[in-house]
Structure formats: structure tokens, C-alpha cells
């Protein structure tokens, strides 16, 4: 399984970006997906999480209301919405996958410790 992410760029605050990450291989169905940030300096932190199934999905209470995780599995692909943001949302952000089990289908993992799989990073740049 790799991973590519692209999508990010320098933006003003207030101003949006969509992140999206190519999962090539045969396993992205069987997939948990998730968003991590890591902004120099600090711990890599969970942004959002969707579920193998698609059904569920998380995020970080910094983030919610202004970033939506989706994915496209006919694209093999996650995209990362992000709305309203702020200088603080300045980082490198990075896609994960996981394969879920089929009793997990609807699971959402927010740990990094729970990816087995990592993308290069695309980096975001919000001015204030």
C-alpha cells in the first residue's frame, strides 16, 4: 500500500483547501483512513479518521465544524476538506491507512500508533 497526498498550499486565513490522498494497491477498501498534522516543533496530532465502510467519522474538537474527511472508493482516494482557517492550522499533514477487519468496518481509529501505512506529507500554510 502507498500513499500520496497533495493539496496543500499557502492560503490566508479564513480561506479553504482540500486535501486529497491516492491509496494505490488493492487493500484501500479494506481501509481505514486517517489525517494527522505536524507543525514544527510539536507532537504529530490526529486531525480526522473515516471508517473502512465509510459510514463514521471523526475529528479533532479543533477542527470540527470546519474540516470534513471523505472518501471515494471507486477513486481509491481521501480528500480532507478544510474551511475557516486559521494560522494555527499551519502544518505538515500527512494520510494514513490501516486495514480494518470485517468487524471493524465501522471503526475510526484516531491513534497514529493504529496506522500501518503513511504518506509523504503535503504541506498547509495558513497567513494570519
Known amino acids: 500500500v502507498q500513499l500520496q497526498a497533495s493539496g496543500g498550499g499557502l492560503v490566508q486565513a479564513g480561506g479553504s483547501l482540500t486535501l486529497s490522498c491516492v491509496v494505490t494497491g488493492r487493500d484501500f477498501v479494506y481501509s481505514a483512513m486517517g489525517w494527522f498534522r505536524q507543525a514544527p516543533g510539536k507532537e504529530r496530532e490526529f486531525v480526522a479518521g473515516?471508517?473502512?465502510?465509510?459510514?463514521?467519522?471523526d475529528y479533532a474538537d479543533s477542527v470540527k465544524g470546519r474540516f470534513t474527511i471523505s472518501r471515494d472508493s471507486a477513486a481509491s482516494t481521501v480528500a480532507l476538506q478544510m474551511n475557516s482557517l486559521k494560522p494555527e492550522d499551519t502544518a505538515l499533514y500527512y494520510c494514513?491507512?490501516?486495514?480494518?477487519?470485517?468487524?471493524?468496518?465501522?471503526?475510526?481509529?484516531?491513534?497514529?500508533?493504529?496506522?500501518?501505512?503513511w504518506g509523504q506529507g503535503t504541506q498547509v500554510t495558513v497567513s494570519s
Open positions: 494514513a491507512a490501516r486495514i480494518a477487519a470485517n468487524n471493524a468496518r465501522t471503526r475510526i481509529y484516531n491513534q497514529k500508533s493504529e496506522y500501518y501505512y
Open positions: 473515516i471508517s473502512r465502510s465509510g459510514s463514521g467519522s
